[in-house]
């Protein structure tokens, strides 16, 4: 039996090609922006998640991790004595003022700590030792630096509010929302390196709890002893952190508008080559109502159609989008989409492809089946 929704769609070979390509715009749209916003999201609060700190101590409102405010670094011994606590240390994470060979100054984000290597900070080092950093004045870069302040090597020195300090290693994967490059040296080095801010100071405290212990119960007891301060939980900061993002630089909404218009030229185009395939072969339809077939006969027909063009359009929209990712990753920016999106994704193809195969449903549906007997 000849297939008529199939012959039906590829009569046309070229019509059927746009259709594909207009669902193939949209699918890669949706992946790419999307993978984009979570990519970006990640970033937000990638150094939270990777820390292993199960509490944050914060000054009172803090917006996000990378715009925080100093406090009294003595606050330490505060929650070092709170029953539950397994260790607390503090960590600063500064805007320091970097000087490059070439006379012109940029912002670095840096992160200090007496010992890095006790909350998984960085997680990921190329090169160096970054025990190191206590032993004087040194720095490790992340490799995203490179583009935004050119090579170095390590052994290198670059000058920190007219400091000069000796590059010993390098880091990678730690990226910040702002793409601003991140470093990291020892706490009582950044603390000397502004002394007018940081100067017993700290911007906040990490808190790793008992095995066993009621972090309700300890974050509750932090709280009490540090009331002009906020804590929060390790998801908990990084959600915030995330959502500051999201709702002062209006990205959501960005993201939102552009995967809406993506879907709309998708629908808008398989609908139209639908409509005027279905024209085309009208008395095609109006055969199958004369041979017995039922309105949901016509209806199977153009379904199916539109559920090629979706498995087609997905199919290439989907090898588009990464094939994009490795060009994405070269610009230094980072690329997220998870299983389940693809998921999501592929069921909105689906439904995009079926909502636009109803403009045809509309006109068929009057398909009277004398018309196959006219001339």
């Not at 008529?4 to 207009?22: M, S």
């Not at 720095?139 to 007219?162: M, T």
């Not at 010993?168 to 601003?180: D, K, N």
């Not at 993506?262 to 398989?270: P, Q, T």
């Amino acid at each position: 039996m000849v297939d008529v929704a199939l012959k039906i769609l590829l009569h046309d070979k070229l019509r059927f090609v746009i259709t594909v390509l207009g669902v193939a715009f949209a699918v890669t749209l949706m992946l790419v922006q999307v993978g984009l916003f979570l990519g970006l999201l990640d970033n937000a609060s990638i150094t939270i998640e990777k820390c292993t700190a199960d509490l944050w101590v914060t000054s009172r409102n803090t917006a996000n991790v990378d715009y925080g405010q100093p406090f009294p670094a003595c606050y330490l011994q505060r929650v070092r004595s709170v029953p539950g606590v397994e260790r607390a240390d503090n960590l600063i994470i500064w805007f320091t003022r970097l000087s490059l060979p070439s006379g012109a100054t940029e912002l670095v984000l840096t992160y200090g700590l007496e010992d890095f290597t006790r909350w998984n900070l960085p997680w990921r080092v190329l090169n160096g030792e970054i025990r190191d950093l206590r032993r004087g004045n040194f720095v490790f870069f992340d490799q995203s630096a490179r583009k935004r302040y050119g090579r170095y090597e390590a052994g290198d020195y670059r000058e920190f509010f007219g400091r000069r300090m000796k590059i010993i290693g390098e880091t990678e994967e730690v990226l910040s929302f702002t793409t601003t490059p991140i470093a990291f040296m020892d706490f009582h080095l950044l603390q000397s390196l502004e002394p007018q801010s940081l100067f017993d100071q700290t911007v906040y405290i990490l808190v790793k709890l008992a095995p066993g212990a009621d972090a309700g119960r300890v974050q509750a007891e932090i709280q009490h002893r540090l009331p002009y301060n906020d804590v929060f939980p390790k998801h908990t900061w990084a959600r915030l952190s995330r959502d500051y993002w999201i709702k002062t630089t209006g990205l959501g909404l960005n993201v939102f508008v552009t995967v809406f218009l993506g879907c709309l030229v998708g629908i808008v185009v398989v609908a139209q080559t639908l409509y005027t395939s279905t024209m085309e072969h009208f008395k095609e339809f109006a055969m199958v109502r004369a041979m017995g077939g039922g309105t949901a006969d016509v209806y199977y027909i153009l379904v199916k159609q539109a559920v090629i063009a979706a498995l087609a359009g997905f199919a290439v929209g989907a090898t588009l989008a990464a094939a994009a990712r490795p060009a994405i990753v070269g610009l230094g920016l980072k690329m997220i989409v998870p299983g389940s999106f693809f998921l999501v994704v592929f069921a909105g193809t689906i439904l995009m492809c079926l909502a636009a195969s109803m403009v045809s449903y509309r006109r068929i549906a009057k398909a009277e089946p004398a018309l196959v007997f006219r001339g």
